[in-house]
């Protein structure tokens, strides 16, 4: 995950050399945004197959399937909740270097404002 911007940052002329810190926690924040979007289209698909089982043939097994989904995606929601918290303090903030990039976390922050 971390690897793309391990490159950015040593490529000379790259954006992330040149901006302020706050690019970088952009940056960052922006790669963990982006390695949770296959977790959810997977959990779509699942609950995608789910419902067509269901309408198909519905049986007392799908609702076990249920129960794990929903524990994962609980599970999912925890772990991603505090993210939402520093983006939150980090868009708020009234110090220079958190300021210069509240466009780039506004964005980050309505994405996992909207996936909650």
């Known amino acids: 995950m971390w690897d793309p911007i391990r490159?950015?940052?040593?490529?000379k002329g790259?954006?992330?050399?040149?901006?302020?810190?706050?690019f970088l926690v952009y940056a960052l924040m922006?790669?963990?945004v982006d390695h949770c979007f296959p977790i959810l289209e997977h959990y779509g698909d699942l609950l995608e197959d789910?419902?067509?089982?269901?309408?198909?043939n519905p049986q007392r097994t799908i609702i076990t399937s249920i129960h794990k989904i929903?524990?994962?995606l609980l599970m999912m929601r925890r772990a991603a909740w505090p993210m939402r918290e520093?983006?939150?303090f980090y868009t708020e903030s009234r110090m220079n270097a958190w300021v210069t990039s509240r466009g780039y976390?506004?964005?980050?922050?309505?994405?996992?404002?909207?996936?909650?």
């Open 50 to 56: 789910l419902e067509d089982d269901v309408l198909a």
């Open 105 to 116: 976390t506004c964005a980050i922050f309505t994405i996992i404002s909207f996936r909650s």
């Open 86 to 88: 520093v983006i939150s």
């Open 70 to 72: 929903k524990r994962d």
């Open 14 to 22: 790259s954006r992330l050399r040149s901006n302020d810190a706050s």
């Open 30 to 32: 922006d790669a963990i």
């Open 7 to 11: 490159q950015r940052i040593q490529s």
